[in-house]
């Protein structure tokens, strides 16, 4: 019988909870037309709004991290025309949709801790695209597309389930690559063309000092290698032929930026 007492007030709690979720969403999106900025995490969300929809032609930004989200719904995300950043950390996606590539002013996308095991076969059309985060997701090997963004300039995949580094890395226009927490094995020796690439991660893979390309040492760009936790000694690195080339180019960068 007390049972029965309690559950009406609670019913009525959720409701209110709901109503104020809801006015809680219009305040943002009314912030958001202004400013330009739509920021809601940490709300249990399980969809995209769908009143963001009448905010196409004004977001700049758009933070969803920390919710439930499992898709993106294609009639609406590929719609923000001015969008330059968004982030979906910590949701549930498992497919990006086609339409998210039309976004031809995003710089910056951020998917860490997802489901992803691929991107669209458009990603590459993301041409203004400088930085991408997929760390924690499901990916299996290094996706192609990444290699026609030109202007991108930091990629993270770490902690997904890559095993090898094929030859197409040698596109890859990068700064910075982190592929920590993966499984590989092999590395393509063309790595070392990739011609902007300064910082290479790759703590803690299953990489045998054999299958580290030496000419990362001697004739890559790469002034920053981190290859702790592997199938090898540190100091078993520090006897390969060219790894004093490789720290002149660490100890110039090192001085640069002291």
């Known amino acids: 019988m007390a049972g029965t007492q309690l559950s009406p007030p609670r019913a009525k709690n959720l409701s209110r909870g709901a109503r104020m979720g809801n006015s809680a969403l ?8 202004k400013t330009g900025v739509f920021q ?10 769908s009143e963001l929809q009448k905010l196409t032609s004004n977001l700049r930004t ?5 919710n439930k989200i499992e898709s993106l719904p294609p009639m609406i995300i590929g719609k923000f ?9 910590n949701n549930k996606l ?17 998917l860490n801790n997802n489901h992803l095991r691929e991107l669209p076969s458009t990603f590459g059309q993301l041409s203004a695209l400088k930085t991408l985060s997929l760390s924690g997701n499901q990916l299996q090997a290094l996706p192609p597309q990444l290699c026609s963004l030109r202007h991108l300039d930091v990629v993270d995949l770490s902690k997904n389930q890559i095993r090898c580094i094929p030859d197409i890395v040698g596109d890859l226009q990068v700064i910075e690559l982190n592929l920590n927490q993966n499984q590989i094995s092999q590395i393509s020796v063309k790595i070392s063309c990739c011609p902007r690439l300064k910082v290479l991660r790759l703590e803690e893979n299953c990489l045998e000092l054999s299958m580290l390309p030496q000419s990362i040492l001697s004739d890559s760009q790469i002034c920053l290698l981190a290859v702790e936790g592997n199938l090898f000694e540190i100091k078993k690195l520090r006897e390969l032929e060219g790894y004093d080339k490789y720290m002149e180019r660490f100890t110039a960068t090192k001085k640069k930026f002291a």
Request: hydrophobic share 40%; proline share 4%.
């Open 26 to 33: 219009r305040a943002h999106v009314e912030t958001a037309q």
């Open 40 to 49: 809601l995490k940490d709300r249990g969300l399980t969809e995209f709004p």
């Open 62 to 66: 758009i933070d969803l991290s920390n």
């Open 81 to 89: 025309t001015l969008l330059k950043s968004l982030s979906l950390n």
């Open 94 to 110: 498992a497919v990006l949709p086609d339409e998210l590539c039309n976004l031809k002013k995003l710089e910056m996308l951020s």
